[in-house]
């Protein structure tokens, strides 16, 4: 089931986070989140979504505005994590596809994708999902002692107004 993501389910998901923060290059971040600091982030008027079987947390995926600005206020960057045994059973096509959903709703019109160029399959997984890529940005990132390359990929969520 996909749902809202609430306070209480902050532990659950720090864990799924922390467990790529600190093993993975498919963050950039090096620093564990806090469950409090979860909590806070369930409370932001932007989507966040989590998907639960049995009461357990298998990911989460989260929305918010690609850049400050006002000019960006209808591209928005995503969050998508999971379980890394709820991986292969169609949790993270239906967390994104809500996440997409919700973001359309809200007058989104592109959503970005920031994915290691090391995590073959998230750039697979948004291929996949209709994102295309739209750049490479070498060496951006910096973790575990190495620099890391970013793949930007962009999904359209609503027709380019026209410009006339």
Do not use: C
Request: hydrophobic share 45%; proline share 5%.
């Amino acid at each position: 089931m996909i749902r809202p993501a609430e306070p209480s389910d902050a532990t659950a998901i720090a864990a799924i986070w922390n467990h790529y923060i600190l093993h993975t290059a498919v963050t950039f971040n090096p620093v564990p989140k806090s469950a409090e600091e979860v909590a806070a982030l369930t409370r932001a008027p932007h989507a966040f979504l989590v998907a639960e079987e049995a009461g357990r947390i298998l990911g989460f995926a989260r929305h918010v505005q690609f850049r400050t600005g006002q000019g960006y206020s209808r591209t928005a960057e995503h969050t998508i994590l999971l379980d890394p045994g709820a991986t292969g059973r169609g949790h993270g096509r239906a967390l994104l596809s809500a996440i997409l959903d919700d973001a359309a709703t809200r007058g989104i019109g592109a959503m970005i994708a920031g994915v290691s160029a090391e995590n073959a399959a998230g750039l697979a997984f948004h291929t996949a999902m209709g994102f295309a890529t739209v750049g490479h940005l070498p060496a951006v990132g910096w973790k575990d002692g190495r620099w890391l390359d970013l793949v930007l990929m962009q999904k359209r969520l609503a027709p380019p107004l026209s410009q006339g």
